[in-house]
T-cell receptor
Framework: EPEVTQTPSHQVTQMGQEVILRCVPISNHLYFYWYRQILGQKVEFLVSFYNNEISEKSEIFDDQFSVERPDGSNFTLKIRSTKLEDSAMYFC????????????FGQGTRLTVV | AQTVTQSQPEMSVQEAETVTLSCTYDTSESDYYLFWYKQPPSRQMILVIRQEAYKQQNATENRFSVNFQKAAKSFSLKISDSQLGDAAMYFCAYREMYSGGGADGLTFGKGTHLIIQP
């Protein structure tokens, strides 16, 4: 099964600016996830999204983060006011079914906050 | 909260030889999933192998196999006949089998950097 596609592959933004990271899924995918990996560190779960609602979120996913899936197409992660420490790789992932176990990852978006 | 520990920051192996990467985890659950993911320099996360905790048989995928010891909460990855393309970061990950919301995230270890020497 194909992984999801993420855009852009790399984004540079000024501190304090808003960024939107996009994930383009296959239409029958139900569960979506965002993960973050700060350079040299482990991958951390941010949020899961099912049936157009947040299913679970980690303590990292604070008020500056939001997710949505407008008109059932792209799945987006918005960071409202970026900080230097938001610089990281952001991965979108999906599982195909309710009982799906494997998470298949996109290629990631490298976010650099300057 | 679940934790995943990979105690080997870096491992090195000669091409064509066998290497084992260690992973331990802590959970109070009896049913869960365990995974190994590979992250090459491109930084994409690639699923290598998975194991259901209720299965006693160790999972195998070609040259990759696991040694799952449920009582010891250990989940090691063995790579046989190592190839240059196996060079990457390897992450062990855990996921609960059941959750109220139906979509729990993965908990990852810090990773092991595998070097293949030609």
């Amino acid at each position: 099964e194909p992984e999801v596609t993420q855009t852009p592959s790399h984004q540079v933004t000024q501190m304090g600016q808003e960024v939107i990271l996009r994930c383009v899924p296959i239409s029958n995918h139900l569960y979506f996830y965002w993960y973050r990996q700060i350079l040299g560190q482990k991958v951390e779960f941010l949020v899961s999204f099912y049936n157009n609602e947040i299913s679970e979120k980690s303590e990292i996913f604070d008020d500056q983060f939001s997710v949505e899936r407008p008109d059932g197409s792209n799945f987006t992660l918005k960071i409202r006011s970026t900080k230097l420490e938001d610089s990281a790789m952001y991965f979108c992932a999906r599982t195909a079914t309710e009982k799906g176990t494997e998470a298949f990852f996109g290629q990631g978006t490298r976010l650099t906050v300057v | 909260a679940q934790t995943v520990t990979q105690s080997q920051p870096e491992m090195s192996v000669q091409e064509a030889e066998t290497v084992t990467l260690s992973c331990t985890y802590d959970t109070s659950e009896s049913d869960y999933y365990l995974f190994w993911y590979k992250q090459p320099p491109s930084r994409q996360m690639i699923l290598v192998i998975r194991q259901e905790a209720y299965k006693q048989q160790n999972a195998t995928e070609n040259r990759f196999s696991v040694n799952f010891q449920k009582a010891a909460k250990s989940f090691s990855l063995k790579i046989s006949d190592s190839q240059l393309g196996d060079a990457a970061m390897y992450f062990c990950a855990y996921r609960e089998m059941y959750s109220g919301g139906g979509a729990d995230g993965l908990t990852f270890g810090k990773g092991t950097h595998l070097i293949i020497q030609p």
